[in-house]
Every structure is written in C-alpha cells, then in structure tokens.
C-alpha cells in the first residue's frame, strides 16, 4: 500500500528555518510529480511548492517565492521542503503528494495528486 509520511515539523521562532521530509513507501514515487501543500487553521488548503518527476523543474507560491525550496532524491523515495526566513503567516499542516500520473511535471492544482500524507504542523511564532 503506497503511502507517504511527513516528517521534520515543529515550532519556530519567526526568522528561523525547517526541513520537512517526506518519505515513501509501498511504490517508488521516483516517476511522480510531487507537491507541498498546506492548510491554515480556519483556511483552505494551499500550494506551496511541487516537483516535477525528474527534480528538473520546480513551481513555487508567490507567497514562499525566494525562502522555501522544495527538491527530491529518487534513489531515497524522498522528498524534503527547505524553508528558510519563515514567518508567523507560514503556521499551518504542511502535506506532502505525488500526483495521481506517472511522468508528470509538477503541478499546483490539488486535484492533480492521488496519494496525500498525513501532515506534519509547523508553527512559527512571531
């Protein structure tokens, strides 16, 4: 049974940085798109960064443009999301997803993934 488990989430001072990890198992994901999602309390649920199957290609959210960086290794089955210069509007559950075809680019649509993590909080105090 294919499944994705996040991992590295925690509590920050605003400014300070975190690796999310995520770690597949059950299938390889090494020819997936893989994305980074999140959802704020009381919001829905946003893109923040995706990956296209070859590590090639990455699409970030405006909003985490120039502090997160998101990248992966084929040969671990893992994906990881660097956030750098993190700030209190960046708390939230972070999921990690491979997209529901093989060979995909990446893509900011939710719709676009068929396997979802379990999601890892992280807060940011200010």
């Known amino acids: 049974q294919a499944q994705l488990v996040e991992s590295g989430g925690g509590l920050v001072q605003a400014g300070g940085s975190l690796r999310l990890s995520c770690a597949a198992s059950?299938?390889?994901?090494?020819?997936?798109?893989m994305g980074w999602f999140r959802r704020a309390p009381g919001k829905e649920r946003e893109f923040v960064a995706a990956?296209?199957?070859?590590?090639?290609?990455?699409y970030y959210a405006d909003s985490v443009k120039g502090r997160f960086t998101i990248s992966r290794d084929n040969a671990k089955n893992m994906v990881y999301l660097q956030m750098n210069s993190l700030k209190p509007e960046d708390t939230a559950v972070y999921y990690c997803?491979?997209?529901?075809?093989?060979?995909?680019?990446?893509?900011?649509?939710?719709?676009?993934?068929?396997?979802w993590g379990q999601g890892t909080q992280v807060t940011v105090s200010s």
């Open positions: 059950g299938r390889t994901f090494s020819s997936y798109g």
């Open positions: 997803a491979a997209q529901a075809r093989p060979y995909s680019r990446g893509s900011p649509d939710p719709y676009d993934y068929g396997y």
């Open positions: 990956i296209n199957w070859t590590g090639g290609s990455t």
